[in-house]
């Protein structure tokens, strides 16, 4: 699959006369279109509701657009939840999906009214000391060993620190029962970033049977099954990307094989996709400002890590379009490197692209999820601007550029000093 950006280099070229690179750029048609094959996909469940990942795009303004298309989001700190509040989410459209929770975000997610998935047994006991425990609540799974799809690993849960085991599911369920909990839910996430429709149908499959178990031995009533996120995109352009239709079909097949015969046919199902919603509908333009020849051939741009770090942090391969160079051929190969004083300051490693000139425009593919979120501070890099390309063309900044000042703000007494 080509990747094409949402922008042509004529459309750049006019953002950039009010809007200087480096910036986040988002479309807005694409957002919604996806968020509407999502819930199509997932029709057929009368209960489902997506609950978007907010840590992966903490911006106001795509949460809006989001809950418009019917979704609620997906909070692990206080700030993501206050910002879920601001945002109009209400009663039961955050799910407050936390680990390593401090005692006044427990507080602060039952005030707002967020469904609490405890990540472990122990939280029970500091849930109901700081606000006592819900009517509705959920536990978030974790099978141990490793995780994999017909002969595939797709990932290590035994190595990873959420959830519990299946033990201790069962008597969190018991307890949380004693303690006045009427509606119960079962959450896991065992795979990040999968781009196999197989993945959430496997997943289904596990936690259905462990419902239908759990259900069976403690009596209690099993309303939602939260599948979380981990649906992935493509990054490279030679893969396919998931049909979010055959997933959700995929799943209906297992609710249809395990839980209807069970009775539990009124289970609602809830995803929490951060990368499936966004990431393909972001890009980070950034305009070419060196060309360097040494021992390899380096363009040097106006972005750095400071404004996507998966490359840096992940060695994550993000396609690049030169804009204007869609057709001319790759026979260059780069180094695109930011400016931090650290050397995995690259974009891309040995990639073939057309031949870059100062002053070229770049589009950084995929960074509309876990891309500016990441964003950071080093080297006195500063966070960039977030624009929104409308579905009528037009383009609005919703979030501003960091400014020196904004930097400094922490500091005691500093900057009335300078
Ligand atoms: C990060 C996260 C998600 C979203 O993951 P994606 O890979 O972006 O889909 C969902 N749920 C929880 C609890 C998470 O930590």
Not at 17 to 35: L, V
Not at 157 to 164: I, L, T
Not at 317 to 325: A, P
Request: hydrophobic share 35%.
């Amino acid at each position: 699959m080509a990747k094409v950006p949402f922008i042509t280099k004529e459309k750049a070229e006019e953002i950039i006369q009010k809007f200087p690179t480096p910036f986040h750029i988002y479309d807005e048609k694409g957002i919604r279109e996806n968020a509407r094959r999502l819930k199509q996909a997932f029709a057929w469940n009368k209960g489902f509701k997506e609950f978007f990942a907010v840590k992966a795009t903490p911006t106001p303004a795509i949460l809006q657009i989001l809950k418009e298309e019917g979704c609620g989001t997906d909070c692990s700190s206080y700030a993501e939840l206050l910002m879920s509040k601001k945002c109009g989410f209400g009663c039961s459209e955050i799910m407050f999906s936390s680990n390593d929770t401090p005692e006044e975000e427990f507080r602060f997610a039952k005030e707002v009214g967020a469904i609490i998935n405890l990540d472990d047994i122990t939280h029970i006991e500091m849930l109901e000391r700081v606000c006592g425990v819900p009517e509705t609540i959920c536990c978030r799974y974790n099978p141990g060993g490793k995780f994999s799809i017909s002969t595939t690993i797709m990932d290590n849960p035994g190595d990873a620190k959420y959830g519990m085991t299946r033990e201790q599911i069962r008597d969190a369920f018991l307890q949380l029962k004693a303690k006045g909990a009427r509606n119960f839910g079962i959450h896991s996430f065992l795979a990040s970033n999968t781009v196999s429709n197989e993945y959430y149908p496997t997943l289904a499959k596990i936690l259905f049977r462990l419902a239908v178990e759990l259900q069976q031995e403690t009596g209690v009533h099993i309303s939602f099954i939260n599948l979380s996120g981990g649906v992935g995109v493509p990054y490279t352009p030679d893969k396919e990307p998931n049909d979010i239709m055959v997933i959700g079909q995929g799943v209906k097949e297992a609710f249809e094989e395990i839980l209807v015969p069970a009775g539990m046919g009124d289970v609602s199902i809830y995803t929490e996709l951060g990368r499936f919603m966004l990431a393909p509908y972001g890009h980070l333009v950034t305009k070419a400002i060196h060309e360097k020849h040494i021992y390899k051939e380096y363009i040097g741009v106006d972005a750095c890590a400071a404004n996507l770090m998966r490359p840096a942090m992940y060695g994550a391969y993000h396609h690049i379009t030169v804009l204007g160079k869609e057709n001319a051929p790759c026979d260059h190969v780069y180094d695109v490197t930011g400016s931090l004083c650290e050397n995995n300051d690259k974009f891309a490693i040995d990639r073939s692209l057309p031949k870059i000139d100062k002053g070229d425009i770049l589009v950084i593919h995929d960074t509309g999820a876990h891309g500016f979120a990441m964003g950071y501070n080093y080297n006195g890099r500063l966070h960039s601007a977030e624009l929104l390309l409308r579905e009528d063309g037009s383009v609005i900044e919703i979030r501003r550029p960091e400014t020196v000042e904004d930097y400094f703000a922490t500091l005691e007494g500093f900057w009335d000093c300078i």
